[in-house]
């Protein structure tokens, strides 16, 4: 199976910062990377798939690049209805794996 | 609009067996490209990617469970039932269905708001 290492595990940061997690695949998957957010009792939403291709919608401070091996998910001015928990997933095969998690809140 | 809801058992004992229903609304699983999928997440835990039904019945399982899953279509088109055998407490999650989003990747859009399951006697 294919592991998806997310760092850091947990961040803060002040409104209108920058903010950057990244997730580290353990053999390469091209681009097939997505980026999901998930708040405190309700479902995740996507964000980013493909790596870099933002959902319509989503607001453009989010953000996401890489391919291979290494990607990264930035948030550029951090709100703070951005509290929540981020998660990188795959879909190179099966199983669709998601990274650990980020847990972001407001410093 | 496009939208999925979860309904099963709060309250599984160990050794039963789970059975979740995702009534699906604004599309159909009949054509080869649509899917839907099966996600969990533990309290206090990650997400977990169960497994995934195709328009044209093709499946897929995660390896670490395939012996005790089973994802079907329901009596109808707009429903994807899961069933989990010998239930233990560490099956114990929030449970999600979610459409692929699209014809040709493997994300997940929309999902539905979850069923809690806890497996405890």
């Known amino acids: 199976d294919i592991q998806l290492t997310q760092s850091p595990s947990s961040l803060s940061a002040s409104v209108g910062d920058r903010v950057t997690i990244t997730c580290q695949a353990s053999?390469?998957?091209?681009?097939?990377l997505n980026w999901y957010q998930k708040k405190p009792g309700k479902a995740p939403s996507l964000l980013i798939y493909?790596?870099?291709n933002l959902k319509t919608g989503v607001p453009s401070r989010f953000s996401g690049r890489g391919s291979g091996t290494d990607f990264t998910f930035t948030i550029t001015g951090l709100q703070p209805e951005d509290i929540a928990t981020y998660y990188c997933q795959h879909y190179h095969n099966v199983p669709y794996t998601f990274g650990q998690g980020t847990r972001l809140d407001i410093k | 609009q496009i939208t999925l809801k979860e309904s099963g058992p709060t309250l599984v004992k160990p050794t039963q067996t789970l059975t979740l229903t995702c009534d699906l609304s604004?599309?159909?699983?009949?054509?080869?490209?649509?899917?839907v999928a099966w996600i969990r997440q533990p309290p206090g835990k990650g997400l977990e990617w169960l497994a995934l039904i195709y328009g044209d019945d093709d499946k897929r399982y995660s390896p670490l469970l395939r012996s005790r899953l089973t994802i079907t279509k329901g009596t109808s088109k707009n429903q994807v039932v899961l069933t989990l055998t010998n239930a233990d407490p560490t099956d114990t999650a929030t449970y999600y269905c979610?459409?692929?989003?699209?014809?040709?990747?493997?994300?997940?859009?929309?999902w539905g708001q979850g069923a809690q399951v806890t497996v405890s006697s």
């Open positions: 493909d790596a870099s």
């Open positions: 604004g599309f159909s699983l009949t054509t080869s490209g649509e899917g």
């Open positions: 053999q390469d998957i091209s681009n097939y």
């Open positions: 979610a459409r692929r989003g699209d014809l040709w990747g493997m994300w997940f859009d929309p």
